[in-house]
């Protein structure tokens, strides 16, 4: 077993597994507001098949929510870059949605040895926030966490749309949101609102990526993911029908489905 654990200050799930010497890692990076529980699926999966798999909560959510939020979409990138490193030299696949797409491909523009290969889910070179929806979340108004779950499922999701019996997604995703400091969910839409450098970043990627887009997205539109895999040296695309910005919870067999491939 390997001896190197992440940085203590971190909140990592490894969904239960040790930590094995010699095997590929990956880590699972989430979007504004959210954690890491959005990636239960998709992270068992790789856990219980042979990876590394380190589903990640950022400073500010989830586990780690009485620490302060990291301000811009650089500071998470070098804060991911520490953390990979901490668990060894070798470089890492890296799942980024919505943010965590963004951080994820700044952080494979500029440190490059850390990432192996790049899946960047409901992405966009870059990604404005409509400035009556930040005025909400710095007021704390819990009527952008609505207007969040309104835009960030697709067709289905608001008809229930949930594999797991009697569950609904929405209702899911509202209370996930409502649950953390609003002020942290402000900073998130602030920090994916003022990066500008994402066309510069992805042109620097050389590594495998992929850009996982949702047919009905409505944050990301598929002609922006489209756009920015075509900026990636090595990228590619895949487009999943029937889901918006949220796919890995929407379409989670579907989105598995597509990793599969891609780290095969």
């Known amino acids: 077993m390997a001896s190197a654990e992440p940085r203590p200050t971190a909140a990592v799930s490894t969904y239960g597994r040790a930590v094995v010497r010699g095997a590929r890692k990956v880590f699972l990076v989430h979007g504004a507001g959210m954690d890491q529980s959005i990636w239960t699926l998709q992270g068992r999966f790789l856990a219980f098949h042979g990876w590394n798999a380190f589903a990640v909560d950022l400073p500010g959510h989830g586990r780690v929510r009485n620490q302060s939020p990291l301000e811009s979409i650089e500071a998470i990138a070098d804060w991911l870059a520490e953390l990979v490193a901490s668990t060894g030299p070798e470089p890492a696949v890296v799942i980024g949605h919505s943010m965590g797409a963004l951080a994820a491909l700044d952080l494979a523009a500029r440190h490059p040895g850390r990432v192996e290969r790049l899946v960047l889910l409901g992405a966009a070179a ?79 990627v050389g590594c495998p990526a992929l850009v996982m887009i949702g047919a009905e997205d409505r944050m990301t539109p598929p002609r922006a993911g489209t756009r920015l895999a075509g900026l990636l040296a090595h990228g590619s695309s895949v487009v999943l029908d029937g889901v918006g910005h949220m796919m890995m919870v929407e379409d989670p067999e579907a989105t598995l489905a597509a990793l599969k491939r891609f780290l095969a």
Do not use: K, N
Request: proline share 6%.
């Open 126 to 204: 870059q990604m404005p926030v409509h400035p009556e929806l930040l005025a909400l979340a710095r007021d704390g108004d819990p009527r952008a966490v609505d207007l969040i779950c309104d835009w960030g499922f697709g067709s289905r999701a608001h008809l229930g749309g949930s594999a797991l019996p009697g569950a609904w997604l929405l209702g899911s995703a509202r209370t996930l949101l409502l649950r953390g400091d609003p002020r942290v969910l402000a900073a998130d839409l602030a920090a994916c609102h003022g990066y500008r450098a994402g066309e510069e970043r992805a042109t620097r």
